[in-house]
């Protein structure tokens, strides 16, 4: 393990993992809920179908995602991005200095963060504010 510079902040560089953590499992439950609410508002309803999760996120999710197939791809490769991720403890994506995403994945997720947090914020669900500010 060794120590990298953030900012000001030393964070430790670690390998990637096999399985995911608790603060992983979080982010990838919180991940999979915004794509499938954003899925659910801009996409057709007869393209949707129950994507295969990691084991260890399957417990955290109280029913199937079902998302299109583009959204699946999207949430696959979160999935794989996060769990890849060298940084301990790792900053948010719009603080990290390492960018995962190519550009068409970042903008795209981009786009799906501020139409699911704002939608999900006027349904009540203010722990994903919560979240977005001190995690």
């Not at 999979?32 to 801009?42: G, S, T």
């Not at 197939?69 to 979160?78: I, K, R, Y």
């Not at 970042?106 to 995690?135: C, P, T």
């Amino acid at each position: 393990m060794t120590w990298v510079i953030h900012g000001s902040a030393f964070l430790r560089y670690s390998h990637p993992m096999n399985e995911l953590t608790a603060h992983q499992l979080k982010d990838l439950k919180i991940l999979a809920r915004f794509i499938q609410v954003y899925c659910h508002a801009k996409h057709d309803q007869q393209e949707r179908g129950a994507v295969p999760l990691p084991p260890e996120l399957q417990p955290r999710l109280r029913r199937h995602v079902t998302i299109c197939p583009e959204c699946a791809e999207l949430l696959e490769h979160g999935i794989t991005k996060r769990r890849l991720c060298p940084l301990d403890p790792k900053p948010s994506c719009k603080q990290c200095h390492i960018h995962c995403y190519g550009p068409a994945y970042r903008q795209k997720i981009r786009e799906i963060m501020a139409f699911s947090g704002r939608k999900l914020l006027l349904r009540g669900r203010v722990d994903y504010l919560w979240h977005y500010f001190f995690n």
